[in-house]
């Protein structure tokens, strides 16, 4: 059997808030060059048109960055699906589920983060493909489990079923998800084996999908009853009728933890989510003596700006137009914006997202 056509769905309407301050609601996550020269974006982009055709690879977004992704991307009109209202991602995936299964409903989908970093584009995209086999031949939801290196507290997780058989190898079905658990948890799934990150990199044809969101989803399936009758081109009526009645629900909990078609394939490529400020200093090696300078030796890293350090370490550092100057602090996250400097332990990091309520509720959305 010849392999399957794969579309790309790029999801790029998360707000980042746990990125903030440089991340903002006018120049998200995704747009951010955090690790290397290319934006996430830019990377994810790559990534997709390793297994996509060019007329194979969509966007899903909010209205604010339409125009910046449709510059960003290069993408017809058409590919670029602009949320009139935010629903969190099981709306975003059943609107792209329902516009591809108009052209064809046995095609595959690929649903992607912007905002991941995977160092090896060419061992993501044959996980993909193989992925995306299981997906039409069993059909079956399939989702990317990421080996873990460490007791992480951030990430779901997966914890694995027997072997989906001999003509699916190295697939597995999931036996269960698990939320974010707390550290002794995370520790006794690494000790005893078992247990993969959830990445959030999903893969499936539409149309098993959409039937799993009747099946599991009936209100989300209630609410794309306008998308059903007009699936193609910019309907802008049916998609506004459609988000108003849509439930604001992550996939995750909506289909895939209730589904019984679910497996997963756990892959060993370097992956991170970059979702904090300590992902990203872990990412970059944050506390790790290495190199010759004074900053690297003592396992600061300096994404921008310009940093004079004396008895620091362990610190991550994004500067402006400001010189930052350290002196004996250590294991600290220091971003400086045009408009807001944020310092915080780096194992807090995860909770400035706190400070984006804060600010809304104060009325200073241009802060946030």
Excluded at 62 to 88: F, I, K, M, W
Excluded at 112 to 122: E, G, K, V
Excluded at 225 to 242: F, Q, Y
Excluded at 324 to 340: P, R
């Amino acid at each position: 059997m010849s392999a399957p056509l794969i579309h790309a769905v790029i999801l790029a309407g998360g707000a980042g808030e746990r990125f903030w301050p440089a991340s903002r609601r006018s120049h998200p996550k995704p747009f951010l060059r955090v690790v290397g020269g290319q934006s996430l974006l830019d990377a994810t982009l790559e990534r997709a048109r390793r297994f996509a055709g060019e007329d194979r690879v969509w966007v899903v977004c909010g209205q604010e960055h339409a125009g910046a992704l449709r510059r960003a991307t290069g993408l017809p009109a058409s590919r670029v699906l602009v949320e009139p209202h935010r629903r969190n991602t099981a709306m975003a995936v059943a609107w792209a589920a329902e516009r591809i299964a108009a052209e064809d409903p046995d095609a595959v989908m690929a649903v992607l983060p912007a905002d991941h970093h995977i160092p090896d584009p060419r061992r993501f995209a044959a996980d993909i493909r193989r992925a995306a086999r299981a997906a039409r031949d069993a059909e079956v939801l399939v989702t990317l489990g990421v080996e873990p290196t460490r007791p992480d507290t951030g990430y779901g997780y997966i914890s694995v079923g027997d072997p989906a058989g001999s003509r699916f190898a190295g697939l597995h079905r999931v036996e269960r998800f698990v939320e974010k658990p707390n550290l002794a948890t995370a520790r006794r799934y690494l000790s005893q084996g078992g247990f993969l990150w959830n990445a959030g990199v999903f893969v499936w044809t539409a149309r098993v999908f959409l039937e799993e969101v009747e099946t599991w989803a009936g209100e989300l399936h209630r609410a794309l009853a306008p998308l059903r009758k007009k699936p193609k081109g910019r309907n802008r009526a049916a998609v506004e009728a459609a988000y108003r009645r849509a439930p604001s629900l992550p996939v995750d909990t909506a289909v895939m933890e209730p589904s019984r078609r679910v497996w997963t394939l756990p892959v060993s490529f370097a992956w991170s989510d970059v979702g904090t400020w300590s992902s990203l200093a872990e990412e970059l090696g944050v506390g790790q003596r290495v190199g010759k300078g004074p900053l690297e030796g003592e396992g600061n890293r300096v994404i921008e700006g310009e940093v004079l350090a004396e008895e620091a370490r362990g610190n991550l550092i994004w500067g402006g137009e400001r010189l930052i100057a350290l002196l004996g602090v250590e294991d600290l996250a220091i971003v400086d914006t045009e408009d807001v400097i944020l310092i915080t332990k780096l194992d807090r990091s995860p909770d400035v997202k706190r400070f984006v309520a804060v600010l809304t509720a104060k009325g200073r959305e241009g802060l946030t």
